[in-house]
């Protein structure tokens, strides 16, 4: 990726082999020995305090880039101003875009100015200089998305930052893309807010230069300790803090766009709108103060009237918890929100919902309320970035599922959505071998925008 040193393939047409499914709970070659779980790596920031670090963008609307950054200093009040200047051109920046910062506290923690600039509007499929802050700070690029097919999004879900973590970055990095999906589950920082900053110096390689569209997962949802008891609030009365705390100052995205309530969920269009995103909140229960799913259904459901599919041929939904799986980690913890909006994706006819928190891969056929069915969604887990904790190495051989199930395995690895025309995508899955990412899974897909609705 850009500034990363290596150089990126080009995005055209490869030639794949059907691999066929294997019998039993696991599609892994005889041959293939899966190497144990690796270590957290370190990211230190080696640079002055004021230098930008971890940046990362994403998609705001039709033609504009949000770009955040942190700056390491003591006070808020005194850091570098929260500007970016950018052009087409190395070195000359023929326009500049004005934002905001913040900082966030943590029991004893607090983090750096998280700085927030839009910069816009933009040409498509262009590649863009930038740099943040004022100076003469270190140059990067970006490529904006395309406006019209063919797109290619990676997506991928419970990444931590491991040796294995690594290894899917870089493989990620081999061939170039347009936008990254992440299904929750960023830096497992679990309370520990420093790793929230080397999580985000290990991935600006690749999110400052591509747009990384993520949602939140469980490991998002951190314990905070209470705070201090507030005057006048009465004896014993404590505010708590979001639970979001983190995750919402450092990874912003298009939530007032979309027309979301909340930062925990979303939408976002690409390929000039031929292909709508929609990112969903697992736990934004946490947030709803007790109204459950109701809020997000709600919105949900406006969203999704107001596509038209024959101008988006493709709908694509993204979750952290999997409404369907034959692993046996973390059975039914999607149930809940499956039975509450199912029905909407199915109706509206979306053509793949993707997941992860399950550390696996695994592809079902398309399915709607627990049976085959040819007009609902295809779904798939792919929680294997590289997490922490290691693999879900259960796969219940007789699930009551596992005849809907086409391919699992129990490795780390990458997806790649490659949406070729109004009526073509191609889904690949790549699988961490030791030095090189092998193609495990291909399937391609017909879009349902011309399917009929019961």
């Known amino acids: 990726m850009a500034n990363s040193g290596k150089k990126l393939m080009d995005g055209g047409g490869v030639a794949f082999q059907t691999l066929p499914r294997a019998a039993g709970d696991d599609n892994a070659d005889d041959d293939y020995v899966r190497p144990p779980p690796r270590p957290l790596v370190s ?41 970016v200047e950018y052009g087409t051109s190395p070195g ?38 930038y740099r943040c802050g004022a100076g003469e700070e270190e140059e990067l690029s970006l490529r904006t998305p395309p406006a019209k097919l063919p797109v290619e999004f990676v997506v991928i879900g419970d990444v931590g930052q491991t040796e294995w973590t690594a290894a899917t970055l870089s493989h990620i990095g081999e061939k170039d893309y347009d936008v990254a999906l992440v299904a929750g589950d960023l830096s497992y920082a679990d309370g520990k807010q420093p790793l929230w900053d080397s999580f985000g110096r290990l991935v600006q390689p690749l999110a400052s230069a591509r747009p990384w569209m993520v949602t939140e ?133 979306v053509d793949v919902v993707f997941s992860a928190h399950v550390h696996a891969y695994e592809r079902f056929t398309r399915i709607y309320d627990n049976e085959a069915n040819s007009q609902g969604p295809m779904y798939i887990t792919i929680g294997d970035a590289g997490n922490v904790d290691g693999h879900s190495d259960k796969f219940i051989e007789d699930h009551e599922l596992a005849h ?51």
């Open 43 to 83: 990211t230190v920031h080696d640079k002055p305090a004021t230098h930008p670090q971890q940046v990362h963008i994403s998609v705001v609307g039709a033609n504009r880039m949000r770009i955040c950054w942190v700056t390491d200093d003591d006070d808020g009040r005194s850091s570098p101003p929260s500007v």
């Open 92 to 129: 000359e920046y023929t326009a500049s875009a004005t934002g905001d910062h913040a900082t966030y506290s943590y029991s004893d923690y607090k983090s750096g100015a998280i700085h927030h600039v839009t910069i816009g509007p933009l040409e498509p499929a262009t590649t863009y200089y």
């Open 217 to 349: 997962g469980n490991h998002e949802k951190e314990k905070t300790p209470p705070p201090p008891p507030v005057a006048g609030a009465g004896a014993g009365v404590r505010l708590s803090p979001s639970r979001f705390a983190a995750y919402n100052a450092r990874w912003r995205m298009p939530r007032e766009e979309s027309g979301s309530p909340s930062s925990l969920y979303y939408s976002f269009d690409a390929a000039g709108g031929a292909a709508h995103v929609v990112m969903l909140g697992s736990y934004a229960y946490v947030e709803e103060r007790g109204e459950g799913t109701a809020e997000q259904r709600a919105w949900l459901e406006r969203d999704l009237a107001g596509v038209d599919r024959r101008r988006t041929p493709w709908v694509v939904a993204v979750a952290h918890g999997p409404w369907y799986s034959t692993n046996g980690a973390h059975q039914g913890e999607g149930e809940r929100m499956r039975r509450a909006m199912e029905p909407l994706l199915y109706d509206a006819r």
């Open 404 to 454: 809907l199930s086409e391919f699992r395995e129990m490795s780390f690895g990458h997806g790649r959505l490659r949406i070729v025309s109004e009526t073509k995508a191609i889904w690949t899955w790549h699988r961490n071998d030791d030095q090189h990412a092998t193609v495990r899974d291909v399937v391609v897909l017909e879009s349902m925008a011309g399917a009929k609705t019961n």
